[in-house]
Structure formats: C-alpha cells, structure tokens
C-alpha cells in the first residue's frame, strides 16, 4: 500500500516559539523514521505529510493515500487529537488508529471515565472541577488526586498532585485551572500498583499485549507518574513486564483494560492505565489510543519487545487492524464515482 504518514515534530513547534510543556506530547524525527522504515520493510511506499495544516495543504492539492499512518497529536482545542482523523474521514481515506469521536471522547479523562463506568468497568470516584467555586461541592475522602482533564505524558502532575486536605486542593487545582485553561479531574487516590496494559486489534479481535508495572525508583518524584518523572524515566522509572499467567492481579488488570478498550470503541492498538486500590483490585485510570510509538522510550514498543514482538511486527499489526477499513474507503469512493 501507499502509506501517508501524520506526526507532529516537537522541534518544529519550538522553533516557532513553542514551550517545553506545549510540545511534550510531540515525536522527535527518530520516531517518524523509525515508523517509515517498518512500514517499508513490510513492503509499503510511505509518503511523509506531517502535522494537520501541512495535511490540509496536500488533501487540497489532490494527494491520495490507501492509508494514512497517522500520529498526529494536534495542538489546539480538547478535540485536538480527533483532527486529523475528521479530515482523512470528510476525504474518505482510511487511516490508522481511532475515529474522531474516540479521539475526542478519549482525550477528556472525565468523560472517558462516565462512559466507562457506565460500561461496568471499575475507575475511582471523580468530581470535575470546572472553576473554583466548583471545589465545594466535593464529597470525596482524602487523599485525593488531581491532573488537567485533558493533557497526556503527565503534564500538570507533581508530587503536589497527591492531596491531604482541603487546602492543597485548592492551591493545586487553582494553579492547574490557571496553568491549563481547562477542567481539572479530581479523583480518589489509589495507592496500589500501577500498571499499563498494552493493546493491539479493534473490538472483539484486540487483545492485551502485554503489561508493564510502573515502580518508581528512590530518586524519583514519590507517589505519582509525573511529568519529570516520565521525562527521566530510564533514570526514574523501572518498567518491569509482569505476565498475567503468573500475577492475578495483572491478569485482572487486562481483563479491565480490555473491558474499557472496547467499550470506547478504540481501535487498532494503543495503552490502558490502570490503579490498584488498597485491597489490590485493578481500575481504570485512562486510556491513550494514539500512544507513542518511539521504538526505544515509548510504552507500547517498549511494552511489545519485553514480550518478544518486534518493532515491526507491532507495525504490521496495527497495519492489519486498519485494513479492513482500507477495503471499505476504496469500496465507498468506487460507489462514489460511478454514481457521479
């Protein structure tokens, strides 16, 4: 297949004047090459796009692709995640990863968190706090925790993030309200293990790759998977693979991941987070359906070689969960055309 490829490159967005917290979420080059070299040895032709205007440009121009490989994070906007796949979606052309509305949905962990649970999937008790005063009408046991609603790679979350009583919850979440210009969740605190549940397939074919267990090491930030951590993690962080076969509490974890997984209708691959609670009972924390995919430092490959399944072969399956969607784009365009 020709395969276009969607990514927003960090260094183009601090070159034009972009902070460090902005573009955290955003590939380096050695991401984007290390995609397209998988999927040319498995036998396709890629074409680099890049960030969401440059995609609007070629669409404009008249540019095709069988399917886009997109990871393109966005910039502006809670839905920011779900842009470029509305506008593969206006141009029938299939990409991979999930559709807008699970973008959208997905990135906002309060929302995830009512849909979930609505499903049947266990997630602590939360409380959205859309402004200040919204701070008094929770009724929730401390300790608590508290992050922005919708940033990933652990911005807005430090040591403070943990909080005892009333009056850190109303200096940390005045600060993130401020800092972020979004909601805050606030939630019950799990002090469990923590684990991140890998995933490949869409519906009743994905599966659970494999786990990882996040231990904080002695120098690391204590009690909580923050920014500094996750950006120092090879010194910070150990990520140890635990096998369902072997742990009870890990095979229950990918039970709930997988749960979750298919009830938000996400697709392809992707990570589930997950808390254990005092009595050691695995919930759902959330979900990042367009997770990184750095052959070295990102979760999901670091996740699927600890396993035995190689860079490629992760590819090739991601590449496999889309393809029927490229079969149905070249089905609806033919339809298309011939009723022209």
Same mark, same amino acid.
């Given at each position: 297949?020709?395969?276009?490829?969607?990514?927003?490159?960090?260094?183009?967005?601090?070159?034009?004047?972009?902070?460090?917290?902005?573009?955290?979420?955003?590939?380096?080059?050695?991401?984007?090459?290390?995609?397209?070299?998988?999927?040319?040895?498995?036998?396709?032709?890629?074409?680099?796009?890049?960030?969401v205007q440059a995609l609007v440009?070629?669409?404009?121009?008249?540019?095709?692709?069988?399917?886009?490989?997109?990871?393109?994070?966005?910039?502006?906007?809670?839905?920011?995640?779900?842009?470029?796949?509305?506008?593969?979606?206006?141009?029938?052309?299939?990409?991979?990863?999930?559709?807008?509305?699970?973008?959208?949905?997905?990135?906002?962990? !309060?929302? #995830?968190? &009512?849909?979930? +649970? /609505?499903?049947? *999937?266990? @997630?602590?008790?939360?409380? =959205?706090?859309? $402004? %200040?005063?919204?701070?008094?009408?929770?009724?929730?046991?401390?300790?608590?925790?508290?992050?922005?609603?919708?940033?990933?790679?652990?911005?807005?979350?430090?040591?403070?993030?943990?909080?005892?009583?009333?009056?850190?919850?109303?200096?940390?979440?005045?600060?993130?309200?401020?800092?972020?210009?979004?909601?805050?969740?606030?939630?019950?605190?799990?002090?469990?293990?923590?684990?991140?549940? !890998?995933? #490949?397939? &869409?519906?009743? +074919? /994905?599966?659970? *790759?494999? @786990?990882?267990?996040?231990? =904080?090491?002695? $120098? %690391?930030?204590?009690?909580?998977?923050?920014?500094?951590?996750?950006?120092?993690?090879?010194?910070?962080?150990?990520?140890?693979?635990?096998?369902?076969?072997?742990?009870?509490?890990?095979?229950?974890?990918?039970?709930?991941?997988?749960?979750?997984?298919?009830?938000?209708?996400?697709?392809?691959?992707?990570?589930?987070?997950?808390?254990?609670?005092?009595?050691?009972?695995?919930?759902?924390?959330?979900?990042?359906?367009?997770?990184?995919?750095?052959?070295?430092?990102?979760?999901l490959p670091m996740l699927a070689?600890?396993?035995?399944?190689?860079?490629?072969?992760?590819?090739?399956?991601?590449?496999?969960?889309?393809?029927?969607?490229?079969?149905?784009?070249?089905?609806?365009?033919?339809?298309?055309?011939?009723?022209?």
């Open positions: 297949m020709h395969i276009g490829l969607t990514y927003d490159l960090r260094q183009e967005y601090l070159a034009a004047g972009f902070s460090d917290d902005e573009t955290a979420e955003f590939d380096r080059p050695s991401t984007v090459e290390a995609l397209e070299q998988a999927l040319r040895e498995l036998g396709h032709t890629t074409d680099r796009i890049g960030h440009r070629r669409l404009a121009g008249g540019a095709e692709w069988d399917l886009v490989f997109n990871i393109a994070e966005g910039l502006e906007g809670i839905a920011r995640e779900a842009q470029v796949p509305a506008l593969l979606d206006a141009y029938g052309i299939a990409y991979t990863f999930s559709d807008p509305l699970v973008m959208a949905l997905t990135l906002h962990k !309060g929302l #995830t968190k &009512t849909v979930v +649970a /609505a499903g049947g *999937v266990p @997630t602590p008790p939360f409380a =959205l706090i859309q $402004q %200040a005063a919204d701070l008094g009408r929770i009724d929730l046991p401390y300790p608590l925790f508290a992050k922005p609603v919708a940033e990933g790679t652990g911005k807005g979350i430090t040591p403070a993030s943990r909080i005892r009583d009333a009056a850190a919850l109303q200096a940390v979440c005045t600060n993130l309200l401020t800092k972020y210009q979004q909601p805050v969740l606030v939630e019950t605190f799990l002090p469990g293990r923590e684990f991140t549940v !890998g995933i #490949t397939g &869409t519906g009743a +074919a /994905a599966r659970a *790759v494999a @786990t990882l267990e996040i231990i =904080l090491l002695p $120098q %690391a930030e204590a009690d909580v998977y923050s920014y500094v951590n996750k950006e120092n993690s090879e010194e910070l962080v150990e990520c140890r693979l635990v096998r369902a076969a072997d742990d009870e509490q890990v095979a229950a974890a990918e039970r709930v991941a997988l749960d979750a997984w298919r009830i938000l209708g996400c697709r392809d691959a992707g990570r589930v987070d997950l808390r254990c609670d005092a009595n050691g009972s695995p919930s759902f924390m959330e979900v990042n359906p367009l997770a990184g995919l750095h052959p070295e430092h990102s979760d070689t600890k396993s035995g399944l190689t860079y490629v072969e992760l590819i090739r399956r991601i590449v496999a969960s889309a393809e029927p969607r490229v079969a149905a784009a070249r089905f609806s365009k033919a339809r298309r055309f011939r009723s022209q």
